[in-house]
């Protein structure tokens, strides 16, 4: 992921411009509209907190009339159609904080890093995330958020009360994260782990095929094994 560029901040909001918004926090959710994201729920929450929040869904998919629907009499929730890559931390970076509520429905909404999750912290923004196992680790570790079950509305809403109290926060350990998460960190790691790996591959190999010649040439194996025990040792983790 790249550096967090700074200069997002200094463009106009097009969130407040196109929507004419009030002078209240922002909520982002961005991606797919679809099950298994709490995106019933979190409608429904925001309903409740039209003069305290704006909810902003960017995205597209099979729920769209659905969620436009059950959001149509709500004066603080809006729809945005889905935008480039390219621009998605521009855009991003003009809300306050970023949703992320998967729901821990399986093992592969358990343990899932979605996309979104690392774009809102590269645009700067606080994440309210559900309870799903890694992204409830990062936010914990490098404490940029919240964590909530997406069907708890009582639970949900005090989250996002909490964060709207406690942003500056959150935001100072933002810098920390997207320093551990670039790309120009993560590389470093990257090639460290791969030459550690190549190297103790070689360092194995080169014991395997001495183990396997000291083997062959050695006809009789039972009168040679207290010879071999040395090689066998290096082998009981293989």
Not at 12 to 25: E, G, T
Not at 67 to 72: G, Y
Not at 160 to 174: A, E, G, H, P, V
């Amino acid at each position: 992921f790249p550096s967090h560029d700074k200069r997002f901040k200094k463009i106009k909001n097009i969130f407040k411009k196109k929507y004419n918004l009030p002078k209240k926090p922002i909520f982002l959710y961005q991606g797919l509209f679809s099950e298994g994201r709490g995106l019933r729920q979190i409608i429904n929450v925001f309903t409740t907190l039209s003069n305290k929040c704006i909810l902003i869904l960017m995205g597209f998919g099979i729920m769209n009339k659905e969620l436009r629907k059950l959001a149509k009499n709500s004066k603080n929730i809006f729809f945005h159609n889905p935008i480039v890559s390219d621009s998605i931390i521009k855009i991003s970076s003009q809300a306050d904080f970023g949703i992320s509520l998967v729901e821990s429905s399986s093992l592969s909404y358990m343990f899932c890093m979605p996309n979104k999750f690392f774009e809102y912290i590269f645009a700067g923004l606080p994440v309210l995330a559900g309870i799903t196992k890694d992204q409830s680790e990062i936010i914990k570790r490098f404490k940029i958020g919240e964590c909530c079950d997406p069907d708890n509305p009582i639970q949900l809403k005090e989250k996002i009360l909490k964060m709207i109290r406690y942003k500056k926060k959150y935001c100072r350990n933002l810098y920390k994260t997207q320093k551990n998460f670039s790309w120009s960190n993560q590389e470093k790691i990257l090639k460290k782990n791969l030459c550690k790996n190549f190297i103790n591959e070689q360092i194995r190999s080169g014991f395997r095929y001495r183990y396997r010649q000291y083997l062959f040439c050695n006809k009789n194996a039972d009168t040679n094994r207290s010879r071999c025990e040395n090689f066998k040792i290096l082998f009981k983790n293989e």
